[in-house]
């Protein structure tokens, strides 16, 4: 649905002010999907979300949408093009002096395909399908931040578009307010078969809505997969730090006072972390390890979360007994959960009586 291809972006080249912004990005997006883009400020978020529509023309690359390469078009055909391609922003960018349904029927107005009738039809229509039927009359000054957002989506909806970008859309906004901003944006991909790009820096974000991501740093995609993959194995010293930031593993604490050590010594017991994911997260698999290893596990921390709809869990256990004993145990673990770390051994042989 989006290829962009080879996208340099370099503002005012050639002179003392010259900021390369964007070097060298590449990445493909499928219909339908919701594609999310994270890195710190300045990484070159909102340059990459406004090539995709050429609100910023890229120094060199291609951008594909909807099987339409975007660079080649003269600005009239690129405004026909952007028709596709619906827009949202952080500080939802609503007329204050027009009225709700007055601010969804203005690009609908703009286009000038539709008679009054028709655009007043469809405003309903579009303000039914955000939840706000009943704040055509309302103005802007009169909403919630959430009910402005829900206004900014019904407008970038208006002309029926295959993609929707959402640059910071929920940047401004409370997290419970957030959260039903991305449970409606779920909802309009489903219904729609719309493809969503975000651009945001908050990790809980592309934790709560996205498929895929891509994390950005000084102009360069530096991780890309699956949000799953992201959030559990994440590679990059950027990325395992923003997974930190929104997944709360409680293990500095732990460790500060469990006295973890690298090397094993006789007598000491493991560390394991262990990594739960998918319907089987509640599995009692602690149980029936500890049984069949003939070893001892307890509990140290643990915390159960979602990815999108995806429940996991890390629980971060002590296992002892003899070296061979720990040693097997660990290996049962891997075979039945998503992901076991040994986090290192513990100094102290009675750590489970402190
Ligand atoms: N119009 C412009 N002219 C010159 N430099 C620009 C322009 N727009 C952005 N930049 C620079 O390009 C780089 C990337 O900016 P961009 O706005 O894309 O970052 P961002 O990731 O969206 O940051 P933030 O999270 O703060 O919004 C920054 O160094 C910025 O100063
Ligand atoms: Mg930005």
Same mark, same amino acid.
């Given at each position: 649905m989006i290829k962009l291809s080879h996208i340099v972006k370099t503002y005012n080249p050639g002179t003392a002010k010259?900021?390369?912004? #964007?070097?060298?990005?590449?990445? =493909?997006?499928?219909?339908?999907? +919701?594609?999310?883009?994270?890195?710190?400020?300045? $990484?070159?978020?909102?340059?990459?979300?406004r090539i995709i529509n050429m609100l910023e023309r890229?120094?060199?690359?291609?951008?594909?949408?909807?099987?339409?390469?975007?660079?080649?078009?003269? %600005?009239?055909? @690129?405004?026909?093009?952007?028709?596709?391609?619906?827009?949202?922003?952080?500080?939802?960018? @609503?007329?204050?002096?027009?009225?709700?349904?007055?601010?969804?029927?203005?690009? #609908?107005?703009?286009?000038?395909?539709?008679d009054k009738a028709a655009i007043a039809k469809r405003v309903?229509?579009?303000? =039914?399908?955000?939840?706000?039927?009943?704040?055509?009359?309302?103005?802007? $000054?009169? #909403?919630?931040?959430?009910? /402005? &957002?829900?206004?900014g989506i019904a407008r970038a909806l208006a002309s029926n578009p295959e993609v929707l970008l959402c640059d910071e859309a929920t940047s401004a906004l409370d997290p419970k307010t957030t959260s039903s901003i991305l449970?409606?944006?779920?909802? @309009?991909?489903?219904?729609?078969n719309l493809t969503i790009v975000i651009i945001t820096h908050q990790m809980e974000v592309i934790k709560e809505c996205c498929d895929r991501v891509a994390v950005i740093d000084g102009g360069v995609i530096t991780e890309m997969g699956s949000a799953v993959d992201i959030f559990i194995d994440p590679k990059q010293d950027l990325t395992k730090r923003l997974v930190s930031a929104a997944v709360r593993r409680g293990l500095p604490e732990l460790l500060r006072h469990t006295q973890v050590v690298s090397?094993?010594?006789?007598g000491a017991k493991a560390v394991v972390e262990l990594l739960f994911l998918g319907p089987k997260a509640d599995a009692p698999v602690i149980v029936d390890v500890a049984k069949e290893c003939a070893v001892?596990?307890? +509990?140290?921390?643990? !915390?159960?979360?979602? +990815?999108?709809?995806?429940?996991?869990?890390?629980?971060?256990?002590?296992?002892?007994?003899?070296?061979?004993?720990?040693?097997?145990? +660990? !290996?049962?673990? /891997?075979?039945?959960?998503?992901?076991? %770390?040994?986090?290192?051994?513990?100094?102290? /042989? &009675? @750590?489970s009586e402190f």
């Amino acid at each position: 649905m989006i290829k962009l291809s080879h996208i340099v972006k370099t503002y005012n080249p050639g002179t003392a002010k010259e900021v390369p912004a #964007l070097r060298d990005i590449s990445l =493909e997006i499928s219909k339908g999907e +919701i594609f999310g883009v994270i890195g710190l400020s300045g $990484a070159g978020k909102s340059t990459l979300i406004r090539i995709i529509n050429m609100l910023e023309r890229p120094t060199a690359g291609t951008v594909e949408v909807h099987g339409q390469e975007l660079t080649q078009l003269s %600005e009239k055909e @690129l405004r026909e093009a952007r028709r596709h391609i619906g827009m949202i922003f952080q500080s939802f960018n @609503l007329l204050s002096s027009a009225t709700v349904a007055e601010n969804v029927a203005f690009p #609908l107005q703009l286009a000038g395909t539709m008679d009054k009738a028709a655009i007043a039809k469809r405003v309903t229509e579009l303000l =039914e399908l955000v939840e706000l039927g009943d704040k055509a009359q309302m103005y802007p $000054a009169q #909403l919630s931040g959430g009910q /402005k &957002q829900r206004v900014g989506i019904a407008r970038a909806l208006a002309s029926n578009p295959e993609v929707l970008l959402c640059d910071e859309a929920t940047s401004a906004l409370d997290p419970k307010t957030t959260s039903s901003i991305l449970e409606l944006l779920t909802a @309009l991909r489903r219904k729609l078969n719309l493809t969503i790009v975000i651009i945001t820096h908050q990790m809980e974000v592309i934790k709560e809505c996205c498929d895929r991501v891509a994390v950005i740093d000084g102009g360069v995609i530096t991780e890309m997969g699956s949000a799953v993959d992201i959030f559990i194995d994440p590679k990059q010293d950027l990325t395992k730090r923003l997974v930190s930031a929104a997944v709360r593993r409680g293990l500095p604490e732990l460790l500060r006072h469990t006295q973890v050590v690298s090397e094993y010594h006789e007598g000491a017991k493991a560390v394991v972390e262990l990594l739960f994911l998918g319907p089987k997260a509640d599995a009692p698999v602690i149980v029936d390890v500890a049984k069949e290893c003939a070893v001892s596990i307890s +509990i140290l921390a643990g !915390n159960i979360d979602h +990815i999108q709809s995806e429940p996991y869990g890390i629980i971060v256990v002590e296992i002892g007994g003899s070296r061979a004993e720990i040693e097997r145990a +660990i !290996n049962e673990f /891997k075979q039945r959960v998503h992901k076991v %770390e040994v986090l290192g051994y513990d100094e102290r /042989k &009675q @750590l489970s009586e402190f």
